[in-house]
């Protein structure tokens, strides 16, 4: 991408100069044609004032010469300004062809890079495979190293149970003694263990009862609030509600017209700054960018009105516009005229 700018860049500033210099060139054949033509007119009245006085008719045949003269001159000035010109497209060209050189050389010089890019990559992958085989094999004789351990844990393990049983028998008689002793102690921990439970199950029912209050004065909220959300709070006052349709509707046609005018405006933007040539540095394309954008975000903003307005007259034809979306509650008859549409109260609107 940078490469193709970078050449753009390059023929777009080498066709100024050219342009520059065939406007230079046609000016001075013009100027060499004016300055051919007016020696020839002031030359001819010259023999004829001065005929007179010497009388003699050589006075043409020196003037001749230099009638003569003058074409020559002009045409040696076209056919420099013509070699100046042909110059300038010779250097133009091979400006050119030296911008498509450094782009052929940039695209072959990212062409190494990538193949440099790729080789490193498959020898990464070659050495992460290499160091993942040595893994698996450092793990396959940590595994059988662990295993012969555990054999001899076992094998170890197995000697010390048997010694542990031979102590056991030994030590069988004092063991039945103290076996009494904690038997005697087990059942008095059962015992509290038991008061204690009993406390418990005592305590969770008291709990359980007010879980059971706090549940069914949830629930009588729950049934007010539901109430209220499926209240209509103006669907007896007919009258008020058709006012308000009216309203809503004259707004709607508002908006719709303002929507159009913007969207009529962004496009003749559009097609303005398709048409004409816009200088990019002095700003004005995008300006013209900025202004499209804030016309096509009103726009935007105007259609999400009007589906506001549709929502609100729905609500109209079933009674429930004019309730509060937040706490449900009736929106006051002077709030409803004044903004179009609403449907949250003031103290929900403060709120937010």
Same mark, same amino acid.
């Given at each position: 991408?940078?490469?193709?700018?970078?050449?753009?860049?390059?023929?777009?500033?080498?066709?100024?100069?050219?342009?520059?210099?065939?406007?230079?060139?046609? $000016?001075?054949?013009?100027?060499?044609?004016?300055?051919?033509?007016?020696?020839?007119?002031?030359?001819?009245?010259?023999?004829?004032?001065?005929?007179?006085?010497?009388?003699?008719?050589?006075?043409?045949?020196?003037?001749?010469?230099?009638?003569?003269?003058?074409?020559?001159?002009?045409?040696?000035?076209?056919?420099?300004?013509? $070699?100046?010109?042909?110059?300038?497209?010779?250097?133009?060209?091979?400006?050119?062809?030296?911008?498509?050189?450094?782009?052929?050389?940039?695209?072959?010089?990212?062409?190494?890079?990538?193949?440099?890019?790729?080789?490193?990559?498959?020898?990464?992958?070659?050495?992460?495979?290499?160091?993942?085989?040595?893994?698996?094999?450092?793990?396959?004789?940590?595994?059988?190293?662990?295993?012969?351990?555990?054999?001899?844990?076992?094998?170890?393990?197995?000697?010390?149970?048997?010694?542990?049983?031979?102590?056991?028998?030994?030590?069988?008689?004092?063991?039945?003694?103290?076996?009494?002793?904690?038997?005697?102690?087990?059942?008095?921990?059962?015992?509290?263990?038991?008061?204690?439970?009993?406390?418990?199950?005592?305590?969770? $029912?008291?709990?359980?009862?007010?879980?059971?209050?706090?549940? $069914?004065?949830?629930?009588?909220?729950?049934?007010?609030?539901?109430?209220?959300?499926?209240?209509?709070?103006?669907?007896?006052?007919?009258?008020?509600?058709?006012?308000?349709?009216?309203?809503?509707?004259?707004?709607?046609?508002?908006?719709?017209?303002?929507?159009?005018?913007?969207?009529?405006?962004?496009?003749?933007?559009?097609?303005?700054?398709?048409?004409?040539?816009?200088?990019?540095?002095?700003?004005?394309?995008?300006?013209?960018?900025?202004?499209?954008?804030?016309?096509?975000?009103?726009?935007?903003?105007?259609?999400?009105?009007?589906?506001?307005?549709?929502?609100?007259?729905?609500?109209?034809?079933?009674?429930?516009?004019?309730?509060?979306?937040?706490?449900?509650?009736?929106?006051?008859?002077?709030?409803?005229?004044?903004?179009?549409?609403?449907?949250?109260?003031?103290?929900?609107?403060?709120?937010?």
């Amino acid at each position: 991408m940078f490469l193709v700018r970078e050449e753009y860049s390059m023929s777009s500033s080498a066709k100024t100069p050219a342009k520059a210099t065939a406007k230079k060139a046609t $000016a001075k054949k013009a100027a060499a044609k004016r300055a051919a033509k007016v020696p020839a007119k002031k030359a001819a009245p010259a023999p004829a004032k001065k005929a007179p006085a010497k009388k003699a008719a050589p006075a043409p045949a020196r003037k001749a010469p230099a009638r003569k003269a003058a074409p020559s001159v002009a045409h040696k000035a076209v056919a420099a300004q013509k $070699a100046k010109a042909h110059a300038a497209a010779k250097a133009l060209r091979e400006r050119e062809q030296k911008a498509k050189a450094a782009a052929k050389k940039a695209l072959a010089r990212e062409k190494a890079l990538a193949a440099a890019k790729a080789q490193r990559e498959r020898e990464l992958k070659a050495r992460t495979a290499a160091k993942e085989k040595a893994a698996a094999q450092k793990a396959k004789a940590q595994a059988a190293a662990k295993a012969l351990r555990e054999r001899e844990q076992k094998a170890r393990a197995a000697a010390k149970e048997r010694e542990i049983a031979r102590k056991a028998r030994e030590k069988a008689a004092l063991e039945a003694k103290k076996q009494r002793e904690i038997e005697a102690r087990r059942k008095a921990v059962e015992a509290e263990k038991l008061r204690k439970l009993r406390e418990i199950e005592r305590r969770e $029912a008291e709990e359980r009862k007010r879980q059971e209050r706090r549940q $069914a004065e949830e629930r009588k909220r729950q049934e007010a609030l539901e109430r209220k959300m499926h209240s209509k709070p103006y669907a007896d006052d007919h009258e008020f509600l058709e006012e308000l349709r009216e309203l809503l509707l004259a707004t709607r046609a508002a908006t719709n017209e303002q929507i159009a005018v913007s969207e009529s405006e962004a496009n003749e933007m559009l097609v303005d700054r398709e048409r004409l040539e816009y200088d990019d540095e002095d700003g004005s394309s995008v300006a013209s960018d900025i202004q499209r954008d804030q016309l096509k975000e009103f726009a935007t903003a105007l259609r999400l009105k009007v589906d506001e307005i549709d929502v609100a007259l729905a609500r109209i034809d079933d009674g429930s516009y004019g309730r509060c979306d937040e706490c449900f509650e009736p929106i006051s008859q002077a709030r409803l005229r004044a903004q179009l549409p609403v449907f949250t109260c003031v103290s929900c609107r403060a709120s937010v």
